[in-house]
């Protein structure tokens, strides 16, 4: 009888799930093995069984490629271990290796080690190698940095390296300097914060040039933690410019710029020890002289801290771009020099008298130095230095202190325009780039205006794209700069036509800025006459597109232009006007005119209102019947829409409720029938095939809306996630259902299951509270099992009735992620040829705006035959233009077979959706990504390989 009971319970509550074969249509069901990884051993180090030292030291070095360890369970017993080896150990290097691996266990979390403090001391007392005692004073160091909070320690450490200080070896001695700018303690204890500053300038004095490094290196440090340096030390600093060591003078030149912004407006001795400055301006000038240094680190470091000296006076800056010539020991007037010269005396000389055309102006042959001294032609040294970091560097300073003063941005205008020329295109692109930083303080001149439009011939796009922003950003001086400026874009219009929409950009902003400077050249550029008429041009040349760009942002600000305009002039305003929106301006006198709505007529309600009202209508919505609530989610979806068109300020957050909104008129049309009742006391569903497929369309609109949209709160998110559930719910009911087997409908629960954990985990972190539905069957999960589908669905089913999604209000700006594609327009009917099985390269220009992670942009290509792929672009391919404004260009590599004829090949730009559970359905491999675009269609053409 037990056996009979034992046999039916096993029956009862054991199940066998015998799969059947895959067909054609099904994939086969992959099966996962999960296979539990062993821990791993702890790392042992055994040093007795050592043969010789040659033998440890091998032992030590495999044991520290082994580092660092995952716990400090053994840490201790190794460094124990560590120790008694060091006592035995009578070979140097092999004990410096020791500590240096008990130098790298006492970084592992967890362990306390300030008790080997002690030990490590009682190590040091006893050695008498210089690195070994070096390596020791590393590895305090390391103890200490890693107490930062045992102040008693730091002082036991900083006195243990005090007694070193005298030791022979730098070795030694720099190890100290060191442990001493780091462990020195700074709280309350005035008196020995001095007493350290002055040990370390003496120290600073010390004949190895690198113990002198480190004396000011440990300065560098204190100062880097809070801790004001005295005045004494810049003099000490500056004597250190001179030193023959490069450390030294690069730490210097450092030192010399944290006390100028210490100290800006202390008086010092100026070089000829006759007057007193500012301390910042002495400072800028010593920085200055460094410029000159014989090693290029210290060029470069003084070029790149010159920028940071705000408070420099104008005359030191003045200085940096006067370079004087020299000739013979004498100073030697420049060409324009000796010519103005010439015309204010008015005369000659005649030859008569012997040197009377000498130059007035001698120099005492002591005093000269083969290098120009102080601040005189630092930055014109810097720009002509034969390293592309020095320049570089100069030229970010320059640009930081013309964006501060105005005067110095004019008198560096030429010197940043020539550095256009460079060889090195970092260096031309920085250029470009600070002359755009500066543009609103300086006007160009024609001379300049050469130099730049010169560079548009660059074949780096990089190059292209920022001299086209810094034409748009900068002053024009005549109308012969404008008219130049046009005929330059307008062959590099002709010579790169993919630059089309930049190049339309940059006349849209010339126009707009020089109004005044336009108006006398309209004529010549559309080609008009006062007697005769003119031809009208083509449309679709870019060429008259770019000039008419130009002439109506130029008319916007100028209404004397507008006569001058012929009448298919005004015809092609009307055109461009609905074509470009973002480049063609609205000009009231043109639109009243043509009789076109102008902004006024638009604004005539105000979108925002609107949308108010609106959203004012959905708080009685879920109090109706379903017919009339059907009504209501259909024309709020409408207005939402149209108020996404009439304004772009509005338009996410219009198109973020009404996505919502379909989801709900979606869901209501899945659970209840037309007539908008439910039979009887459960609910009706209209068509297991319809409900599924409405019920996809509602999880899908919930990943776009988590996915597109920046700036919704944790509540918002947590309501779109409920909505998830409830489209979830309907497939689960629909699922279990439509199939017989019981195991089918065992899955679809788990999943079911699962995912409401998931969802009540979620709520849980974030403490918001879920919709009603939503917390009933919170309420009902401890009494749902998944062997017994029937339980799930007679529990959850009269829930979906009972209860309504809650709407959702968006307190936040909302953002929505896009993307824009430029190129390829799509318009063309040639079709692009290429041999098949080979790669068609298409270029790709895409705007995204409003997209986090790059890395989750895709390039979706779908072929005529449904086949669709998805492309990775480079990091490199993405250039920032703002903080969430990005450009993409890259080439998109197209391959087929054989086509009969040209078709249709459609590119779009797609992102992977931030939560992709539940993206899968049913088994499908490929995640469902969210496409951010329409797709542009190219018209391509793969034709067979010739046979020879």
Not at 251 to 263: C, E, M, R, T
């Amino acid at each position: 009888m037990a056996a009979l009971l034992k046999k039916r319970a096993l029956a009862e509550y054991s199940q066998v799930i015998q799969e059947e074969p895959s067909t054609s249509t099904t994939p086969p069901q992959k099966k996962l093995r999960l296979r539990k990884l062993p821990k791993p051993s702890p790392v042992e180090l055994d040093l007795q069984n050592a043969t010789s030292s040659d033998h440890t030291l091998e032992l030590l070095l495999a044991f520290r490629k082994q580092l660092p360890l995952g716990n400090a369970e053994n840490t201790e017993t190794l460094v124990r271990k560590l120790l008694v080896q060091f006592y035995k150990e009578k070979e140097s290097h092999v004990r410096v290796q020791l500590v240096a691996v008990l130098g790298d266990l006492v970084r592992t979390p967890g362990f306390d080690c300030c008790w080997v403090v002690e030990d490590i001391s009682g190590c040091l007392k006893q050695e008498s190698s210089h690195k070994v005692i070096g390596q020791i004073l590393h590895a305090l160091l390391i103890i200490g940095n890693m107490s930062p909070t045992d102040v008693k320690l730091h002082q036991q450490l900083v006195k243990l390296a005090e007694n070193y200080l005298s030791d022979k070896d730098h070795l030694v001695r720099s190890k100290c300097i060191e442990l001493i700018g780091d462990l020195t303690p700074i709280i309350g204890r005035p008196n020995q914060i001095s007493a350290v500053q002055k040990l370390l300038g003496d120290l600073s004095q010390d004949q190895d040039p690198r113990v002198r490094t480190s004396a000011f290196l440990a300065l560098l440090t204190l100062h880097q933690r809070g801790i004001q340096l005295d005045l004494e030390v810049y003099d000490q600093v500056c004597q250190a410019l001179s030193d023959d060591y490069e450390g030294v003078r690069l730490a210097a030149v450092k030192l010399i710029w944290v006390i100028s912004h210490v100290y800006p407006e202390k008086f010092v001795l100026a070089a000829d020890k006759r007057q007193q400055i500012r301390l910042v301006d002495d400072g800028f000038a010593k920085i200055c002289y460094c410029l000159n240094d014989i090693a290029m680190k210290v060029r470069a470091e003084a070029a790149g801290l010159l920028g940071s000296l705000h408070q420099v006076s104008s005359t030191f800056l003045e200085q940096t771009l006067d370079k004087k010539l020299m000739s013979n020991m004498r100073r030697k007037a420049a060409a324009h020099e000796r010519q103005k010269e010439q015309f204010e005396s008015g005369e000659w000389a005649s030859g008569n008298k012997w040197a009377s055309d000498a130059p007035k102006e001698l120099i005492n042959a002591e005093s000269m130095s083969i290098i120009t001294t102080g601040a005189c032609g630092a930055f014109v040294h810097g720009l002509e230095d034969e390293f592309l970091e020095v320049r570089s560097a100069a030229v970010d300073s320059m640009c930081e202190l013309a964006y501060q003063n105005a005067d110095f941005a004019s008198n560096s205008l030429d010197f940043l325009v020539d550095m256009l020329n460079d060889e090195v295109e970092s260096v031309r692109l920085n250029a470009i780039n600070s002359l755009w930083k500066i543009s609103a303080h300086v006007v160009l001149r024609e001379d300049q205006l050469e130099t730049v439009l010169a560079v548009l011939e660059d074949f780096a796009f990089d190059i292209r794209e920022g001299l086209r922003g810094l034409l748009s950003a900068s002053h024009l001086g005549t109308s012969a700069c404008v008219k130049m400026c046009i005929h330059h874009l307008l062959a590099n219009l002709t010579r790169y036509p993919q630059d089309r929409v930049s190049i339309w950009k940059c006349m849209q902003q010339i126009g707009k800025k020089h109004s005044s400077l336009v108006l006398p050249l309209v004529p010549e550029l559309l080609a008009s006459h006062p007697y005769f008429d003119s031809t009208e041009p083509d449309m679709d040349d870019p060429a008259y597109i770019s000039t008419l760009i130009l002439v109506f942002n130029a008319a916007a600000g100028c209404a004397t232009m507008i006569p001058m305009f012929h009448d298919f002039t005004v015809s092609h305003y009307s055109y461009l006007r609905d074509s470009f929106p973002d480049l063609i301006p609205e000009i009231s006198e043109i639109s009243l005119r043509t009789s076109l709505p102008t902004e006024e007529t638009n604004k005539a309600v105000d979108p925002a209102m609107f949308l108010q009202q609106t959203i004012s209508r959905l708080s009685t919505c879920n109090d109706m019947d379903n017919s009339p609530r059907q009504s209501l989610l259909e024309l709020t979806i409408r207005d939402l829409q149209r108020i996404k068109v009439v304004d772009k300020k509005l338009s996410a957050k219009s198109e973020c409720l009404s996505m919502y909104l379909e989801c709900q008129l979606l869901l209501q049309k899945a659970l209840f029938n037309r007539q908008g009742g439910s039979s009887g006391t459960g609910f009706s569903l209209q068509q297991n095939a319809t409900a599924s497929v409405l019920a996809e369309k509602v999880m899908k609109l919930t990943h776009r809306i988590e996915t597109l949209f920046m700036g919704l709160t944790m509540a918002e998110v947590c309501t779109v996630k409920c909505m998830r559930v409830w489209a979830h719910t309907v497939l689960m009911l629909v699922d279990v259902q439509g199939t017989q087997k019981h195991g089918t409908k065992v899955i679809l629960c788990e999943e079911y299951l699962d995912r409401l954990r998931n969802l009540q985990r979620i709520l849980g972190e974030v403490d918001v509270s879920p919709d009603g539905f939503i917390r009933a069957v919170f309420a009902e999960l401890p009494k749902l099992d998944v062997a017994n589908p029937a339980i799930i669905t007679s529990l959850v089913q009269p829930e979906l009735v009972l209860h309504r999604p809650v709407m959702l209000e968006l307190a936040n700006h909302i953002r929505q992620a896009a993307a824009t594609i430029v190129e390829p327009a799509g318009m063309s009917d040639n079709a692009l040829k290429f041999t098949a099985g080979l790669t068609l390269a298409v270029h790709l220009d895409v705007v995204l705006e409003n997209v986090e992670k790059m890395d989750a942009v895709r390039l979706k290509v779908t072929y005529p035959d449904t086949r669709t792929d998805l492309l990775i672009p480079k990091v490199s391919d993405f250039r920032k233009l703002s903080l969430l404004r990005h450009r993409l260009v890259t080439n998109v590599c197209l391959s087929h077979g054989v086509w009969s004829e040209a078709c249709h090949v459609e590119i779009s730009i797609a992102m992977c959706p931030h939560d992709s559970e539940g993206n899968k359905r049913k088994g499908t491999q490929q995640m469902e990504f969210i496409e951010l675009c329409p797709p542009v269609k190219v018209y391509v053409s793969p034709a067979a390989a010739k046979k020879s």
